[in-house]
């Protein structure tokens, strides 16, 4: 047999690998939920990592396991924990671990079609599938990207490039002369924001429009300001609106705001990253709808759909709007052209890309998108029940309404810092880990379900040890 040196595995040290690999999922699994959801951190192994030399020699297949289970599990957070409920994260689904192993030896290119002719199959039909759900028309796409902020970013890019045309791909920015301006709400994610300032925008010519009480952007205050900004000669050019902000879930008013998009001829971009894929549930699919009136719409499969991270979507209403944003020729690379197949490396900034699509279109595959549904409508149920259980309970104050996942609160009658030392001693306890919020510039608590694990009994469970521990500071105060 040719000498391919020793960066292939022997049939014998796979099967090894494998075996080990599904030891330490089963295991993950199995014991996830009975940890902490927070590790207590053994910062001398850490350290150790660290100071660890390039490794010489390498420990082989059953020492790279051992020192796995003993180093990176147990100082690892459990996003599996059923009780994990902070940002906008959850779990892994059953399946994708598996198709994220297939994906690494395929190692497919998804820049142009002949070094991943299936992939650029697959990453259209996935964009095909969540373009269905907002009942976009012919001649949609979209691209598989990193993530919310990824998606975010590119649909402002696309938005300056549609409305600056060619000559904006010469001169840039440089060349305007009378400021663009984007919109967004006073709750958007601060993707919005960095996104403009990476593109050269500027945060002067960002505004951001004020909330209703339920946290949702002022339309009308919107249309005031375009006309207020045309008045002084300014280029309004975008409207970047929230389906499901990140602190309460709020839902921009998308209907009246596309309205007023088309008046105005603006770009209109729905950040769904986090609410978007409620579209799957009965009951949310209603106020979710609309997002199909805009030019753009980020969504997040690493959120919802339980995706291991990495996995971001953009959808656009015009795939070609994405081509002229994006596409660049080079001698060295011209890929042929082909009905069947997309050339990703023109519909987005990246060359290499990975197959992310696949852990997308793997776990669609596997479970079928009803049992998807049925977790997002499971999720939207307990937030419900979290709401009841906090509004029933008079030492527990609700800070907005409940329109998705996500459920703000906070100990009625203690102060910020009583608030805040509450949250850190249950997330230093282990018992779950919430995220803190801030509300009206008030300090809250944040839970976000966000996790096909999670169950009643741990949502009475979190509430206990929040009222507990605010019972004995008061106590100790
Ligand atoms: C509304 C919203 N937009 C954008 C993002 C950023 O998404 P990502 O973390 O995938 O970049 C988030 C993340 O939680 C979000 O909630």
């Not at 938005?159 to 967004?184: I, M, N, W």
Request: net charge negative; aromatic share 8%; charged share 20%.
């Amino acid at each position: 047999m040719a000498d391919t040196g020793t960066l292939n595995l022997s049939d014998g040290e796979i099967k090894l690998a494998g075996s080990l690999l599904t030891e330490l999922l089963r295991g993950y699994e199995r014991t996830a939920p009975s940890g902490r959801v927070m590790p207590r951190i053994d910062r001398g192994v850490l350290e150790g990592l660290l100071r660890d030399p390039f490794p010489a020699a390498g420990a082989g297949i059953e020492g790279l396991f051992r020192e796995i289970q003993e180093t990176v599990l147990p100082n690892s957070t459990a996003i599996a924990h059923p009780r994990f409920l902070a940002y906008v994260l959850g779990p892994a689904n059953g399946i994708a671990p598996f198709a994220d192993a297939v994906a690494s030896a395929l190692n497919q290119n998804c820049n142009f079609w002949q070094l991943s002719p299936a992939a650029s199959v697959i990453e259209q039909s996935v964009i095909g599938w969540l373009a269905g759900l907002f009942g976009y028309p012919g001649g949609s796409g979209g691209i598989v990207t990193s993530g919310g902020s990824m998606a975010n970013l590119m649909a402002i890019a696309t938005a300056l490039r549609h409305r600056c045309g060619d000559e904006f791909a010469k001169q840039g920015l440089q060349s305007v002369e009378s400021p663009l301006v984007l919109y967004t709400s006073a709750e958007a994610h601060r993707c919005v924001e960095k996104a403009a300032v990476i593109l050269g925008l500027g945060l002067a010519n960002v505004r951001k429009i004020p909330v209703d009480s339920s946290f949702m952007m002022r339309a009308d205050l919107l249309e005031a300001a375009v006309r207020e900004d045309r008045a002084v000669g300014k280029t309004p050019f975008c409207v970047v609106a929230t389906a499901g902000t990140v602190n309460t879930g709020a839902i921009d008013p998308i209907g009246p705001i596309a309205d007023l998009c088309g008046r105005e001829d603006l770009w209109l971009h729905v950040d769904g990253a986090y609410g978007a894929l409620f579209a799957l549930g009965r009951e949310t699919r209603d106020v979710l709808l609309p997002c199909g009136r805009a030019d753009s719409i980020a969504l997040d499969p690493h959120k919802l759909l339980f995706i291991p991270l990495e996995a971001g979507c953009l959808l656009v209403r015009r795939q070609e709007t994405l081509r002229q944003a994006f596409s660049f020729s080079a001698s060295y690379l011209s890929a042929d052209q082909d009905p069947l197949f997309v050339n990703y490396m023109d519909y987005g900034p990246q060359l290499s890309r990975s197959f992310k699509a696949f852990k997308v279109w793997c776990s669609l595959r596997a479970f079928g998108v009803l049992a998807f549904r049925e977790a997002v409508e499971r999720m939207v149920r307990l937030a419900r029940y979290m709401e009841r259980r906090i509004l029933e309970e008079a030492r527990l104050e609700l800070l907005a309404p409940v329109p998705l996942s996500a459920v703000c609160f906070r100990i009625r009658g203690a102060g910020d810092g009583e608030n805040r030392h509450v949250l850190e001693d249950l997330v230093r306890e282990g018992t779950a880990l919430l995220g803190p919020v801030s509300i009206n510039g008030q300090f809250g608590i944040r839970a976000c379900i966000t996790n096909y694990r999670t169950t009643e009994a741990d949502i009475d469970l979190v509430l206990e040890r929040l009222l507990s521990l605010a019972g004995r500071f008061r106590n100790d105060g």
